[in-house]
């Protein structure tokens, strides 16, 4: 059970990964644009997320304060990402600078809170 719990915290470790991969490669593009990549990575990581959240194998000590944290920042990711697709869909530019930097900050601070707490 143990090996199976490793294998889903490596898989949202990746779903960050991808999210923040995606969006490091549309920044050094100068694109400034959210992509499929990004939400896909975003999915990856909240069910994983949540299925790290639930209190298996028996007896292992949950953090919530970091569950709620982690939780609280993916959704203001979705919010972001999904803002920053309609916006591009109604006028076909690119998102505001200050918003595609913050889907990165807080892709990148998701992470680290899911290796360093």
Known sequence: ???????????HIVGFAVMFGAWVAEA???R?????VMDYGL???????????????AGIELNYPKIGI?????VVIGALLGMGSAR??????AVPR????????????AAAL????
């Open 1 to 11: 059970m143990e090996v199976l719990r490793s294998v889903v915290v490596l898989l």
């Open 28 to 30: 050094a593009a100068g």
């Open 32 to 36: 400034f644009r959210t992509t499929r």
């Open 43 to 57: 999915l990856v990581s909240l069910v994983t997320g949540l299925a790290l959240a639930a209190p298996w194998p």
């Open 70 to 74: 982690k939780l609280v920042i993916l």
């Open 88 to 93: 591009q869909k109604r006028t076909g530019e």
């Open 98 to 109: 200050p918003m595609f930097a913050a889907v990165g900050v807080l892709a990148f601070t």
């Open 114 to 117: 899911a290796v360093i707490w």
